[in-house]
Nanobody, 115 residues
């Protein structure tokens, strides 16, 4: 199983980035896909999630600015991040979840938002 995250980088406050996470080795359409993030000195937190049927969840801190989507034909989940703030600076991790025994993590991609 491999989850390859990409799309991170340095952006100015107010800018946008689009993260991608390509999965292999799993039946992608059967997994809830989630984006977590971890800022320096803080615990990892769930930023957004999308269910197998397309239902979405967003943390209050990103609601209205981030959009999660999935393309089951490409085995890929996306996170469109708009109106970025300095506090969005973090390492972003994708997670494929079906159960506690079937939960897989990508390597993380760094997003740095300059104020």
């Amino acid at each position: 199983v491999q989850l390859q995250a990409s799309g991170g980088g340095l952006v100015q406050a107010g800018g946008s980035l689009r993260l991608s996470c390509a999965a292999s080795g799993i039946t992608f359409g059967r997994y809830i896909m989630r984006w977590y993030r971890q800022s320096p000195g803080k615990q990892r937190e769930l930023a957004a999630a999308i269910g197998v049927g397309g239902r979405t969840y967003y943390a209050d801190s990103v609601k209205g600015r981030f959009t999660i989507s999935r393309d089951n034909a490409k085995n890929t989940v996306y996170l469109q991040m708009d109106s970025l703030k300095h506090e969005d600076t973090a390492v972003y991790y994708c997670n494929a979840f079906q159960s506690s025994a079937l939960s897989f993590w990508g390597q993380g991609t760094l997003v740095t938002v300059s104020s």
